[in-house]
Structures are given as C-alpha cells and as structure tokens.
Nanobody
C-alpha cells in the first residue's frame, strides 16, 4: 500500500515563502507523475504544479514565476517551493502521485496541508 504525507503548511504573511513536502511510503519502485493541487473553501480542486517522471514540469498561470515543483526520486519525495505568497494562495494543498509498486501503478492522494496567507 502507498501513502503520501504532506507537511510544511502554515500561516505566512503576504510576500512570504513556504516549502511543502510530500513523502511517499510503501514498497515503491518509483514515483511516476506527481502534482500539487489546492482547494480553497467553496472552490474546486485545481492543479498548481505537476512533474513527470523525467522531471518535466508544468504550472498553473497563477503559480508561474512564484512556485517551483521539484522531486527527490531517491527519497520518493516531492516538494513545492512557494515564494511571493498572496492571500489568494490560501487553500488546502494536496499532493497526488502515481506510484509503481511491482508491476502495478497506484494513484494516491495525500491528506492535505493548510496554507494560510494573511497579515
């Protein structure tokens, strides 16, 4: 079984930075495509940043130039560096990943971590 555990959320002032981590556990051979999503109250969950297995990345327009997704495949961990945070970035942030376990691919969500941007 594969689990994703996010950490690094919290309260930060506008203009500040946070680094989210997403650690995968289980008998994982490798992480495949991964993504960070967020969901604000009353809103749909949206993709913030994604990374393929080979490291190609894509970002929502709202995240371009401010957020950076990265991964440490040896640690089965994915990061989201968030700079120049704005109040509209306030949301629960979720990690999603495809994980190869033997010959089977599992698509897994983390439990989410709250990010609040406020003065």
């Amino acid at each position: 079984q594969v689990q994703l555990v996010e950490s690094g959320g919290g309260l930060v002032q506008p203009g500040g930075s946070l680094r989210l981590s997403c650690a995968a556990s289980g008998s994982i051979s490798s992480l495949l495509a991964v993504g960070w999503y967020r969901q604000a109250p009353g809103e749909q969950r949206e993709l913030v940043a994604g990374s393929t297995e080979t490291g190609s990345t894509n970002y929502a327009d709202s995240a371009k130039g401010r957020f950076t997704i990265s991964r440490d495949n040896a640690k089965n961990t994915v990061y989201l560096q968030m700079n120049s945070l704005k109040p509209e970035d306030t949301a629960v942030y979720y990690c999603n990943a495809g994980a190869l376990v033997g010959l089977r691919v599992y698509h897994v969500w983390g439990q989410g971590t709250q990010v609040t941007v406020s003065s």
